[in-house]
């Protein structure tokens, strides 16, 4: 079956600090990759995507690879903000039949001033 | 643009009390719509998943259930509420587009079960 896998948090870090977030994955078929953030009491946003290997989705300094070879997704920033902390959730998507959407369990992101 | 509605934001109700959480969508047609629970500080949990009207599937047996009595309309009830039935209730509708398929998120129904 499809999959998602997210490295456990939280994830604490300075402002302005390098971001890395793994996600690795499982699936049938030739999923499309996304990331969601969730700002505290707030649903969850689409933050990327990436459709097909080696796409780099990116938005507001985020970005993630599609790599196929090694089935990751990995979110990474540059430089973090105090208003980058929220829940930071993996999915994938596999259109075939039936309900085919995947979320990891989330990874919470605290960035201290 | 499309815009995915929920209510009401916040509700606190005693056990073995109803429920109904209302989900609407605008400016879209024929969505997949789905129900989420998330207990506090855990992830995603699929509820139900509908394709159409009257079309539901559940993806986990509980005192919940869903129904879609309109187009954009996907409503969340239950008879008796548990304890545990306190949560973050999420309701999304996705589009797909050639072999990709986005799911969007609504605000949330943060319910809280005394």
């Known amino acids: 079956g499809n999959s998602v896998t997210q490295m456990e948090g939280p994830v604490t870090l300075s402002e302005e600090a390098f971001l890395t977030i793994n996600c690795t994955y499982t699936?049938?078929?030739?999923?499309?990759l996304f990331w969601y953030v969730q700002y505290p009491g707030e649903g969850l946003q689409l933050l990327l995507k990436a459709t097909k290997a080696d796409d780099k989705g990116s938005n507001k300094g985020f970005e993630a690879t599609y790599r196929k070879e090694t089935t990751s997704f990995h979110l990474e920033k540059g430089s973090v903000q105090v208003s980058d902390s929220a829940v930071y959730f993996c999915?994938?998507?596999?259109?075939?039949?039936?309900?085919?959407?995947?979320f990891g369990p989330g990874t919470r992101l605290s960035v201290l001033p | 643009s499309q815009t995915i509605h929920q209510w009401p934001a916040t509700l606190v109700q005693p056990v073995g009390s109803p429920l109904s959480l209302e989900c609407t969508v605008e400016?879209?047609?024929?969505?997949?719509l789905y129900w989420y629970r998330q207990a506090a500080g855990r992830g995603l949990q699929l509820l139900f998943y509908?394709?159409?009207?009257?079309?539901i599937s559940s993806e986990v047996p509980q005192n919940l259930s869903a129904s879609r009595p309109q187009d954009r309309q996907f409503i969340l009830s239950s008879k008796k509420l548990l304890l545990s039935d306190s949560g973050f209730y999420l309701c999304?509708?996705?589009?797909?587009?050639?072999?990709?398929?986005?799911?969007?998120f609504g605000p949330g129904t943060r319910l809280l079960v005394l």
């Open positions: 509908s394709v159409g009207i009257g079309q």
């Open positions: 699936a049938t078929g030739y999923p499309s």
């Open positions: 400016g879209t047609s024929n969505p997949n």
């Open positions: 999304a509708w996705s589009v797909t587009s050639g072999r990709v398929e986005t799911q969007y």
């Open positions: 999915a994938l998507s596999v259109v075939d039949y039936g309900q085919n959407f995947v």
